[in-house]
């Protein structure tokens, strides 16, 4: 599978938990070996702002962290294009999922999944699509964005329960059409992690479910990397979610 990363990525950029030291090496050891490895370019001016307003690119550069914002944002949207043929994953930081069109909190800048998915559908190649956030934490910044649009569905299950929760991925996807289904990739819900709730296998069936449901509509699929802040665990649970996905892909 390929997954987009980037050693600038590595960069310690903020205080925050999502920019710390040693969490973008616990995803790669993990995924090294198990995946072919591409580097992606930052997402375009242009790109970003179909996601958010001009104020908020400026708040963005002020605060010193357009580049790295950007080429996450262009991680999503290379693993983006990439999953039209095959399911891909972006390893990529800071995340974006509570990032709206003009403010952003929650160790996020840019909406790495919005600038993703309007850049597919400018360029003509999805009319619709579906998100699933297993993130611990809501989704606010993808569900002001993409929701309004109208072709945008979005999932963020709420189950505080492993079955519980798992049941509501499958209901979603059972019933969801799209043309790509994307996943809020984020791994704070583990176990080990602060949501304390789902298991690294978890994470496998969801891959393995997100891919299959896209297989069966002839729609593409990827995840992009969201929260998970225990490093001893983020890397397996991310491997996890990429071999649940070439799973369901393959059938
Ligand atoms: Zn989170």
Redesign the pocket.
Known sequence: MKVFFHQDFYRVYTSDPAAAAGRMESVVSALEGEADFLEPAPASREEILAAHTPAHVRQVETMGLYGIAALAAGGAVAAARAGMEAPAFAAIRP?GHHASADSAW?FCFFNNMAVALLSLKNQGLIQTAHVLDF???FGDGNVNILKPLGWVSIHNPDAADRAGYLDQVEQELSVAEADVFAVSA?F?NHMDD?GGTLATEDYQEMGRMAAAAAKKRGAGCFGVL??GYNHAMLGQNALAFVKGMQEGWEG
Do not use: A, F, V
Request: glycine fraction near 30%.
């Open positions: 995340p929650g993130d611990l934490h984020g704070d602060w969201e929260g």
